[in-house]
């Protein structure tokens, strides 16, 4: 079966790492690096440590989980992931590391039906302080939906700390009514091309006031697009003959192309733009 997100994004990943994001570039960086750079970026807003316990939704091959494991010493992580490709490698690599019983808290599963979800046992839910979302939620069928399920799931846990739900994502630059008929049909297209839902692509505003909707008392954001949007192309430039080599068709080397030339295009005509998200419950 072919899934959407699968396992390709080993391509410009180096050593045994699978990563799929969209990086935060620093000078240097290769693609992992900025994948792993990302991930970072979302771990200090959520202020892991070893008293985090987790929910992870859209976790890849899993590169984030060891990273929250390894470097983070948290206390516990559950997560779900749609791609059964990626769920299935992301466990092999758990208990490969030594994470057996992480191992045995991650699933294939649909984030729609988060608040439904008999893999998911009440006791990895029970204690959770943390939600997480690296890179993904704008694929979500719904990011609002997801949030409010998060929230759900946090007021019911009983952990006394501190709780809240992290995201790195994609946020429109101004409203769509701002844009040209020309750029807004672009935009169309290639959410559709990306399977990003329309309705997840709110500005930042928008953004935060539905937080503050949904019941959380403290929100921040931060705009990071300098270090996303226009870094990953010029390292894919770079790489070009490298990756087209390795591609194992064509198509997959096009794929990163638009991205690259899209997320450019949209970041140099101020359409999108990348945030880190912190909305926390009290
Ligand atoms: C752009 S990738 C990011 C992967 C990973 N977080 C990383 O940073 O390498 C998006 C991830 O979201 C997951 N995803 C997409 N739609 C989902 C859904 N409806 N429910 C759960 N996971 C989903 C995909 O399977 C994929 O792992």
């Not at 466990?91 to 988060?114: E, F, M, P, T």
């Amino acid at each position: 079966m072919t899934e959407f997100h699968d396992l390709s994004e080993k391509l410009l990943n180096t050593g045994d790492q699978y990563w799929g994001n969209l990086g935060y570039w620093q000078a240097e960086d290769d693609y992992s690096m900025a994948c792993k750079g990302l991930a970072n970026q979302l771990a200090v807003a959520a202020e892991l440590n070893s008293s985090s316990r987790i929910l992870d939704v859209g976790f890849g091959c899993g590169d984030q989980l060891l990273l929250w494991l390894n470097e983070y010493h948290v206390e516990s992580l559950c997560g779900i992931n749609y791609s059964y490709s990626q769920t299935d490698l992301a466990q092999q690599r758990l208990v490969s590391y030594g994470y057996s019983d992480a191992a045995c808290n991650i699933h294939s599963a649909d984030v729609g039906k988060l608040l439904d979800l008999p893999q998911l046992n009440t006791a990895s839910l029970d204690q959770i302080n943390t939600v997480l979302a690296l890179d993904c939620a704008y694929h979500f069928p719904s990011r609002e939906q997801f949030i409010r399920d998060g929230f759900t799931l946090l007021t019911e846990s009983s952990n006394p700390q501190s709780k809240r739900v992290v995201l790195t994502d994609i946020v429109l630059a101004k409203d769509l009514n701002q844009l040209s008929w020309h750029k807004k049909a672009l935009l169309k297209g290639m959410l559709w091309l990306s399977r990003i839902p329309q309705h997840n692509i709110v500005t930042e505003k928008n953004y935060i006031s539905t937080l503050y909707g949904i019941g959380f008392k403290k929100v921040d954001s931060k705009d990071i697009s300098e270090s996303v949007f226009l870094p990953f192309g010029a390292w894919l430039a770079l790489e070009e003959n490298r990756i087209k080599e390795a591609a194992s068709s064509r198509s997959v080397w096009l794929k990163y192309k638009v991205t690259t030339a899209f997320l450019a295009w949209a970041y140099n005509n101020d359409v999108l733009r990348y945030v880190i998200v912190s909305a926390t419950l009290k």
